[in-house]
């Protein structure tokens, strides 16, 4: 099973491109190194110290660098590209799972970089769904133009809404601008929602410092590590502050899907409503690693700052757990009671 989904951290270039795979290692070998091997040497070297210095958690980084190298002699048989992207990955995750870490080859890859699926829209079917109830379906926050568009005029022309369903059960990943279009609607104060930790190292290579957006506020951390605390910051408009806001999650919500989930969850200002979300939590972005290959490498985290715990491969439990296909008509019915 395969389910592309993306990310953006607000880092300029630094982008996540997610992918949620199940591999199975079969193999084009043969007898002697390839033609290829200096480079693929040199690229399983180059991931290695990677996942060494940058890996979201250190000491799995060191892990999964020690594995690489002691493996490096039997990628040099394999001379198909696909198949030896397929191999490294599926050792990486013998390591320890993480559903954003994976080589692919570079034309299969995300750029790094806003990222948009084919196909049109992103945010659907923005309307009233019953009376004093306002829906509309996130299926991805790439931070375009027309996503804040839509969504900053659903929000104005739903602004009366009793209550509000955010349909974000096949939510593939994304960034937080759209979060910081929807969540000033909501609040009445400012309040602090998920904390985001990133490898310093990952900083201190970029040529500029990060361009944060005005949610995101860069606090002290521990040694080597870049700490942002994410805050909404109310807007004008009121009459959305007492409203009703169900979320409806499904086992295919993921990475921003899961942040937005978890800002309303634990600020009390939004309820779950549907399955265990899918556990892809941390974020980084594709970098080229030589021969043809690239890779995607976690560099950091977002979590619960009351609790320092995040969702990686466990997914956030929701608050009223139905099955993804009934979790509308669950909405709807909380949604209409005592109104």
Do not use: C
């Amino acid at each position: 099973m395969r389910r592309n989904l993306v990310m953006t951290i607000g880092l300029g270039t630094i982008a996540l491109g997610l992918t949620l795979i199940t591999v199975q290692p079969t193999l084009a070998m043969q007898a002697a190194p390839s033609a290829e091997a200096p480079a693929l040497g040199a690229a399983i070297d180059s991931l290695a110290d990677k996942l060494r210095t940058s890996y979201v958690e250190p000491a799995v980084g060191e892990r999964y660098a020690a594995m690489l190298r002691a493996n490096r002699s039997d990628y040099l048989h394999i001379t198909d590209s696909a198949a030896l992207a397929r191999r490294v990955t599926a050792d990486l995750q013998a390591v320890h799972a993480d559903g954003h870490l994976r080589v692919t080859v570079a034309s299969a890859s995300a750029a790094p970089g806003r990222l948009r699926p084919a196909g049109g829209p992103v945010i659907l079917d923005p309307k009233w769904i019953a009376d004093g109830v306002a829906y509309v379906r996130l299926t991805m926050f790439d931070g375009s133009p027309e996503s804040l568009a839509i969504l900053e005029a659903f929000m104005k022309e739903h602004a009366d809404a009793k209550a509000i369903i955010f349909d974000a059960r096949e939510h593939h990943g994304g960034g937080p601008d759209e979060m910081d279009v929807i969540l000033p609607y909501l609040f009445a104060k400012p309040t602090r929602l998920v904390t985001l930790d990133l490898a310093q190292s990952v900083v201190d290579a970029l040529e500029s410092p990060p361009q944060d957006p005005p949610s995101m506020r860069h606090v002290a951390g521990p040694p080597g590590v870049y700490r942002r605390e994410h805050w909404v910051t109310p807007n004008a408009e009121t009459r959305l502050r007492n409203a009703k806001v169900f979320y409806l999650t499904s086992r295919a919500t993921a990475s921003a899907g899961e942040h937005l989930a978890l800002a309303l969850q634990r600020t009390h200002r939004g309820v779950l409503v549907g399955e265990r979300t899918a556990g892809a939590n941390h974020f980084g972005g594709f970098e080229p690693i030589g021969a043809g290959l690239t890779a995607s490498v976690p560099v950091g985290r977002a979590f619960d700052p009351d609790t320092g715990k995040d969702w990686e491969t466990v997914g956030l439990t929701p608050d009223i757990a139905v099955p993804a296909d009934r979790a509308l008509d669950k909405a709807l019915e909380l949604a209409k009671a005592g109104s």
